[in-house]
C-alpha cells in the first residue's frame, strides 16, 4: 500500500482556458510523492460538466462536513466521479475508487471544510484568465 500523501502548505485556485472561450476552475498545490495533487484531482473531478454544475455536489459536500464537525453524524463521505472523500471529525481520507494507489491523501476536517468552501466561492466568480484564490493548509 502506497503511503498517504502530505500536503505543503497552500493550494491555488485559477481559471485555465480549455477550449476556445472556455475557462475552467483549476487547482494545483498540496502534492504527494507520486506528482499528484489528489485534494485537486477530487475537487476538479466534475464529469466533464461545467463548473456551476458541480456547484450543488460542492454545496453538498459542506453540509456533510458541517454535520460531521457538529456531531450529527459520525462519519460522512463525499464521492465524485472517480475519487471520494470519507471523513470523521478529525481526518479526510481522500483516495480512488478506481483503487489507483497514487491517488491517496490525508487532510484534517477543518482544512477540508475551508477547502470546499473556497472552491465554492472561486468556481462561483467571474471565470477570468489570471484571477487566482489561495487556501492556507494544516500539513499532516
Partial sequence: MAPL???????????A???????VAACDGCINVHGISPI????????????????PYVQMGIETVDAVLRGDLASGSWTREWLAAEFDADVVRIYS??????????ITTVDFRRILVAWRDFIQSEPRDGTEAEVDMVRL
Fill in 97 to 106: 475508487i478506481r483503487h489507483e494507489e497514487e491517488y491517496r491523501q490525508r
Fill in 17 to 23: 482556458v480549455d477550449a476556445p472561450n472556455r475557462m
Fill in 5 to 15: 500523501a502530505v500536503c505543503f502548505m497552500k493550494l491555488r485556485f485559477t481559471w
Fill in 40 to 55: 485537486c484531482a477530487l475537487l476538479t473531478d466534475n464529469g466533464g460538466f461545467l463548473d456551476a454544475v458541480a456547484l
